[in-house]
């Protein structure tokens, strides 16, 4: 893999249900995986910083796990609520320069 | 919460004009960045910048662009003469950078840039 991919590219999800979906990134010069939360007119969120291979990070409802030997992240929002209707954009970092190569996001669709 | 903000949220200008894009980051950060989205395409890097000085920028950043730390608290993003290619919404980052696990850049809401 030369570029960050996510996959799917958009899903719907009803309320309540719990989803997931994929980063995939080059699994050579790996420094950090960042995850981000885009909400349309408003600034990407910072939502996790993944650095060691088998981290696993939460915030609410949100976690991801990372796995740097294959090159890639899942995101996990357990019982999805219209709110967390989004696009989450991954973001791979091959050295502490800090220049971040994103992926073309998921867009999530949490309908009542 | 401290945030990152850039003005004007939206600007239309004429092909082969000057703008300038304006960022305050987070106030005491010290790394600086800009990316862009071209409508239906990912963010894609530009430049960073530290210390008053460009560390790192990628082939889009060509000679029509130029990024200046004007006083303690601006960084600005200048291009010289738009092209109708130049459209896309311009995001300005900050990051503290001190500590690798929590090594976060934190994003302006983005300047939408129309080159008419």
């Given at each position: 893999i030369l570029n960050v991919e996510q996959s799917p590219q958009s899903l719907h999800?009803?309320?309540?249900?719990?989803t997931n979906f994929t980063c995939s990134f080059p699994s050579s010069n790996f420094y950090a995986l960042h995850w981000y939360r885009w909400e349309t007119a408003k600034s990407p969120e910072a939502l996790f910083v993944m650095t060691l291979n088998g981290d696993e990070k939460k915030k609410g409802r949100i976690s991801a796990t990372l796995n740097t030997k294959e090159g890639y992240s899942y995101l996990y929002i357990k019982g999805s609520q219209p709110e967390d209707s989004a696009t989450y954009l991954c973001a791979y970092q091959t050295d502490s320069w800090g220049k971040l190569q994103f992926g073309a996001g998921t867009q999530v669709v949490v309908t009542p | 919460e401290?945030?990152?903000?850039?003005t004007p949220s939206h600007q239309v200008t004429q092909m082969g004009q000057e703008v300038i894009l304006r960022c305050v980051p987070i106030s005491n950060h010290l790394y600086f960045y800009w990316y862009r989205q071209i409508l239906g395409q990912k963010v894609e890097f530009l430049v960073s910048f530290y210390n008053n000085e460009i560390s790192e920028k990628s082939e889009i950043f060509d000679d029509q662009f130029s990024v200046e730390r004007p006083d303690g608290s601006n960084f600005t993003l200048k291009i010289r003469s738009t092209k109708l290619e130049d459209s896309a919404m311009y995001f300005?980052?900050?990051?503290?950078?001190?500590?690798?696990s929590t090594d976060t850049q934190y994003f302006g809401p983005g300047t939408r840039l129309t080159v008419l």
């Open positions: 999800v009803q309320e309540g249900d719990s | 401290p945030e990152v903000t850039q300005c980052a900050s990051s503290d950078r001190t500590i690798r």
